[in-house]
């Protein structure tokens, strides 16, 4: 079995370049331990929007909008290149799972998703999961994914699937992830799960399951 890598550590909130910089610092020690596969969490690239569960949608409208703001100006442009130091470093021989805020770049240019990126050895883009159904107070702040990244691939390290966070509760979700001979199940949340301890409110792998169903 390779060996796998899960990050357990906080980004640096809500600064896409700084956390970016601090993802290819993690993978080189993951890599230095040789690692085959290396597992970001949940909303990684740049952090979770914790304060959706906290703040009120009327009465604390104000700071909402200031924090949106910062969100959306931290999230990811895939199709910009803002990924290419990961796929850069993915090119020294290991896979990586990343949860991001992912920022529409063709159509809207506005809507954020909750995304896990799947990036192979070779250094590519080989999946994209934008989270089908965000969780109750987060379609404040992201919009609803689609079926086209519901895709198990193909990697140095087996064929690989990601759901995040609550859809891992969702029996079809799942089903059309077993039905394509997954083998390597990845779940990550921001939460904590499992007794798993939670970093920084951000953070929480629930786990990376081989060849379970």
């Known amino acids: 079995m390779s060996k ?10 809500l600064d896409r370049k700084k956390t ?10 993951a890599v230095s331990a040789n ?5 970001f969490p949940e909303a990684f690239i740049s952090g979770y929007p914790a304060w959706i569960w906290r703040l009120r949608p009327g009465g604390d ?3 909402s909008e200031k924090l949106h703001s910062l969100l959306l100006n931290s999230s990811v442009d895939i199709d910009a290149g803002d990924l290419k130091p990961l796929c850069d470093i993915a090119k020294k021989k290991i896979t990586i ?12 240019k506005a809507t954020l998703y909750n995304t896990v990126v799947t990036i192979s050895s ?6 994209r999961h934008r989270k089908l159904m965000p969780t109750n107070p987060e379609r404040m702040v992201w919009g609803f994914g689609d079926g086209s990244g519901l895709k198990v691939v193909d990697t140095s390290v087996g064929r690989v699937g990601a759901l995040m966070c ?11 992830l077993y039905s394509q001979g997954i083998e390597i199940y990845i779940a990550p949340t921001y939460d904590m799960w499992g007794g798993l301890a939670r970093d920084n409110s951000i953070y929480c792998a629930r786990r990376a399951l081989l060849g379970s169903k």
């Open 20 to 29: 970016i910089k601090k993802a290819v610092q993690l993978i080189e020690q």
């Open 166 to 176: 609550w859809e891992n509760y969702m029996p079809l979700a799942r089903y059309a």
């Open 4 to 13: 796998i890598a899960i990050v357990q550590e906080s980004p640096v909130l």
């Open 61 to 63: 409208r104000r700071t």
């Open 122 to 127: 070779e250094g590519n883009i080989v999946n």
């Open 97 to 108: 799972i990343c949860g991001l805020n992912e920022r529409d770049g063709k159509l809207s």
């Open 35 to 39: 690692a085959k596969l290396v597992i």
